[in-house]
């Protein structure tokens, strides 16, 4: 992971512009230096968490960090996250932004996994509605326009 300051410093401008809307889901790598967050969450290279201004703990972008206090089931706990263990950011409409050179090696070589299974995947066809119509059809629909009644007869 980097801890360049430009980096800090465009993770802070994106997130302060995001927040402007109803929340954030940050991703981040809970076993970076300086993170602190509820024990029972783990240390992984996973995690995310939703931050909102409209939350009712508070949040703060200084420079080199976000601390919020976010509602947990054990009541609030103020959270601390320095830039440089966030590696993504998602947005309300599930718009996201990763730093590649923050997210955690793991989670690279995941992505690389998935991706060359997918290359070796079978083709599978697209099915679509077909639109031609057939002749037979459409004497079937004239003809029982005509007669106005139903197709059906009883039989005894």
């Known amino acids: 992971m980097t801890t360049n300051h430009d980096d800090h410093a465009d993770k802070s401008k994106l997130l ?3 927040l402007d809307g109803d929340h954030v889901m ?9 993170v602190d967050i509820p024990e029972h969450l783990g240390r992984n290279h996973d995690l995310t968490l939703k931050i ?12 080199n960090q976000i ?10 706990y103020p959270c ?8 993504g950011v998602t947005d309300e409409n599930g718009e996201s932004k990763i730093w590649p050179y923050s997210t955690p ?11 060359e299974a997918k290359e070796h995947r079978p083709h599978k066809p697209q099915l679509s509605v077909a639109t031609s119509h057939h ?6 629909s004239s003809s029982d326009q005509k007669k106005g009644r139903p197709q059906l007869k009883r039989i005894k």
């Open 16 to 18: 302060d512009t995001l």
């Open 26 to 34: 940050i991703h981040l790598d809970a076993r970076a230096p300086g």
């Open 52 to 63: 909102s201004r409209r939350f009712r703990g508070r949040l703060e972008l200084t420079e």
């Open 67 to 76: 601390e919020t206090e976010l509602l947990f089931n054990e009541g609030y």
């Open 80 to 87: 601390t996250i320095p830039f440089a263990a966030l590696w």
């Open 105 to 115: 090696k793991e989670l690279l070589e995941s992505i690389l996994v998935s991706d």
């Open 135 to 140: 002749p037979a059809e459409e004497a079937l």
